[in-house]
């Protein structure tokens, strides 16, 4: 069954404390994403991965982690640094950079 | 002025009504289009995706994108409550450049 996982679904954090999500694909995708997704808000691009051991920030990176040391795995640590970490989480993963994305199910982190 | 506009709604329709939602864009390199639906907290899901001009039909979806203008359409025939979601619309140039996507319209499918 190919497709992409996000663990935890629901996350709870104390504030001042590093976070990492979990994202992994089965579907041999080169590049892999990570959005974030605000209460009535469109998709922010956090980092993007075009291939293994090489990413880019995205359009809201202050505050964020990634590392990519395996085709399958991108995970996003959210940092004490970042200000405003509540929010849902989505992991993606395309061919290309340019072509179609498939998402995963999300997490939702909540930091109080 | 963003790259991808994208009326947020909330559109509300009777069951059975035609849809018609709608993107409009400023990149003329923008080639690739795609089209995806995302329940209240789940993640987007891919509709329907399109690299030409003129209709494409996957069952009650038909994506139509007319380039000279700039503006792409899902319709969604016989709609159901079903499809009450968001529907997010994306498109890039190619070439490794990445897509961009519109921050979506809220569909209510009222029965």
């Known amino acids: 069954d190919g497709g992409i996982t996000q663990s935890p679904k629901y996350l709870f954090r104390k504030e001042g404390q590093n976070v990492t999500l979990s994202c992994e694909q089965n579907?041999?995708?080169?590049?892999m994403y990570w959005y974030r997704q605000d209460p009535g808000q469109g998709l922010r691009l956090i980092y993007y991965?075009?291939?293994?051991?090489?990413?880019q920030k995205g359009d809201i990176a202050e505050g964020y982690s990634v590392s990519r040391e395996k085709k399958e795995s991108f995970p996003l640590t959210v940092t004490s640094a970042q200000k405003n970490p509540t929010a849902f989480y989505l992991c993606?993963?395309?061919?290309?950079?340019?072509?179609?994305?498939?998402f995963g199910p999300g997490t939702r982190l909540t930091v109080t | 002025q963003k790259e991808v506009e994208q009326d947020p709604g909330p559109l509300s329709v009777p069951e059975g009504a035609i849809v018609s939602l709608n993107c409009t864009y400023s990149?003329?390199?923008?080639?690739?289009f795609m089209w995806y639906r995302q329940y209240s907290r789940k993640g987007p899901e891919l509709l329907m995706y399109?690299?030409?001009?003129g209709n494409k039909e996957d069952g009650r979806f038909t994506a139509q994108v007319d380039k000279s203008s700039k503006y792409i359409s899902l319709f969604i025939r016989d709609s159901q409550p079903s499809d009450s979601a968001t529907y997010l619309c994306?498109?890039?140039?190619?070439?490794?450049?990445?897509?961009?996507f519109g921050t979506g319209t809220k569909l209510q499918v009222i029965p």
């Open positions: 993606a993963s395309s061919n290309r950079v340019d072509y179609e994305q498939y």
């Open positions: 579907l041999n995708h080169d590049a």
């Open positions: 991965s075009q291939i293994v051991n090489d990413f």
């Open positions: 990149n003329s390199a923008f080639q690739y």
């Open positions: 399109t690299y030409s001009s």
């Open positions: 994306a498109m890039s140039a190619g070439g490794y450049q990445k897509v961009t």
